[in-house]
């Protein structure tokens, strides 16, 4: 880990400090609280376009891996829904503040809980490590070059986080592997603007608001 940033056992659990910004609230990770909860709470497949680029349904829950965890925020999402979501995360401090997350919440009794009991962080450190076909869909989020742009509207805490991780400059090498594994369609998530992961072609697209989903399909979800 850099020497800016250092992790500490506090009562609330395992936090992430930024050395030099000592004015910023530690990282850590707490599905319970905050935008996290309130997302796994309150949303619905109609809302959610992860959800609909992923294929999840009413009645299909396909099971996933996300191969790019972060904060495992988007995993949370699709957990609620009631997909089996394994998770890959090769930085060694965000892997730590997953697993820490993740057992404080899935020793709760609630439904947040149940979905965090749905989530397993993988031992793997990147997708090329991971047999093929054992999950029906891989998702990718890698980190995008920031933008002067971007970098003013980034919040606090995920200035900390982009600190950290910084931008993924290898993440084209991705996509084969990903699509190696999945039985039925890689999902990448990117910047509205940014051109597509590897440059290859996704097979649909899919717009949010704020971001771009875009689909490769090994084959159709047997109905
Ligand atoms: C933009 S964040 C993902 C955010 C996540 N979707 C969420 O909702 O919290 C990207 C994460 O992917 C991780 N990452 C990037 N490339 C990776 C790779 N090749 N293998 C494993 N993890 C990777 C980074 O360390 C970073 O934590």
Redesign the pocket.
Same mark, same amino acid.
């Given at each position: 880990m850099s020497s800016e940033f250092e992790l500490r056992q506090t009562d609330d659990g395992l936090a992430l400090v930024w050395l030099t910004e000592p004015k910023l609230q530690p990282l850590r990770i707490d599905f319970h609280q905050g935008k996290s909860a309130y997302r796994a709470l309150h949303t619905s497949l109609k809302s959610e376009a992860i959800a609909k680029a992923l294929g999840v349904t009413g009645k299909r829950k396909p099971s996933v891996i @996300? =191969? +790019? =965890?972060?904060? =495992?925020? *988007? %995993?949370m999402v699709l957990a609620g829904f009631g997909c089996q979501v394994q998770l &890959? /995360?090769?930085?060694p401090s !965000?892997r730590a503040l997953l697993a820490d997350g993740l057992l404080r919440a899935q020793q709760q009794t609630d439904s947040i809980a149940e979905a965090a009991r749905r989530m397993t962080l993988l031992a793997a +450190?990147? &997708?090329n490590q991971v047999e093929g076909g054992i999950a029906d869909v891989v998702y990718l *989020?890698?980190?995008y070059p920031k933008t002067g742009k971007r970098k003013a509207q980034v919040k606090k805490d995920m200035q900390m986080f982009q600190q950290l !991780?910084g931008s @993924?400059e290898? %993440?084209d /090498?991705?996509l084969q592997p990903a699509l190696d594994v999945a039985r039925y369609r890689v999902v990448v998530?990117r910047p509205a603007s940014a051109p597509f992961l590897a440059g290859i072609e996704p097979n649909q697209q899919l717009s949010s608001k704020k971001h771009r989903f875009d689909i490769y399909i090994n084959q159709g979800f047997e109905s």
């Open positions: @996300d =191969a +790019t =965890a972060g904060l =495992a925020r *988007d %995993a &890959i /995360e090769r930085h !965000v +450190t990147h &997708i *989020d890698p980190m !991780v @993924d290898d %993440a /090498e991705l998530k």
